[in-house]
């Protein structure tokens, strides 16, 4: 802007509503998966896939925090530990438009663990709260965080409240609560989700300590009965591989959980509205199977899906006209 602009600075933009947000999750978020969940349900908070703070600041940015205007409201993951490139990429994504910025504080792969990112961060409370701060003091958009309920061998209930609380202090109000412990040494990313115990009771006993925050649940969660259930207890829910697995049923989440009066779409028109965003996508030398990799659960239910996902992820690659396999799996859905 010009210094001698009498232009005034654009106002914060509100704070996403978190009642209901779909998971970061890597190789699945990306622009196009959350193209496709956008069109199933307006409110849902979608997550970009997490993005370490090197591959932002020395990467293809573009690739990073490329979206379409559509996916709003959007947040970005960050996974990183050092204060100042936090705050340089929670930057980047205000510029970039997002709305809100999350500190991955969860995930327990090794990979992630040997950079100090994810869920080894919970044994440095002291430490994710510099970042928070960082990031905080460097943007207007909300700063939230995404953890565990513990890691092995700082497990305890103590622990963890001095965990939140520490990060409160920092300026933290948004808290997405993964209600299990991740196990750091022993077990791969798919066990770290499936064998230590959902605790819903810890969760719970978070938002009755820390009232004045915001607690979303995570982990566990299948339908949108389960969504309502919880949310007598904590102010949002956010779903996972149950709604990349099965995306339709995004389709009711504003009707029943926002109340909203938008018609629901069926399953044949969420395929005739990705229709121009594939033409689009092919025209600039993309791949079919780039979005439709995201689509192979539409069917899920229903006699045909088998065929649907063979359509869409085998003969799709064979095709000389994929639009046309497109078409022939739409055909599948007529009427549903």
Known sequence: ??????????????????????????????????????????????????????????????????????EHPLALQLGGSTPADLA???????????????????????RVQNNMIGACLMAHPALVADCVKAMRDAVSIAVTVKHRIGIDGRDSYEQLGDFVAQVRDAGCRSFTVHARIAILSGLSPKENREVPPLRYDIAAQLKRDFPELELVLNGGIKTLEDCRQHLQTFDGVMLGREAYHNPYLLAEVDRQLFASERPVLNRAEAMEG???????????????????????????GFPG?????????????KAAQPLAVFDQAAQLLQGR
Do not use: K
């Open 1 to 70: 802007m010009p210094e001698n602009s009498s232009a005034q600075p654009a106002a914060p933009r509100p704070e996403p509503c978190r009642r209901f947000s779909v998971a970061p999750m890597m190789d699945w978020t990306d622009r196009h998966c959350r193209y496709f969940l956008r069109l199933l349900s307006q409110r849902a908070l979608l997550y970009t896939e997490m993005v370490t703070t090197g591959a932002l600041l020395h990467g293809d940015r573009e690739r990073f925090l490329g979206h379409h205007q559509s």
């Open 88 to 110: 340089a990429c929670a930057r980047l994504a205000e510029a970039a438009g997002y709305d809100e910025v999350n500190l991955n504080v969860g995930c327990p792969s090794d």
């Open 274 to 300: 990705m229709r121009p965003y594939i033409e689009r996508h092919l025209a600039e030398g993309g791949l079919m199977h780039h979005v439709t990799r995201h689509m192979l659960g539409l069917a899920q």
């Open 305 to 317: 899906a088998r065929r649907f996902r063979q359509l869409l992820s085998v003969d799709i690659h």
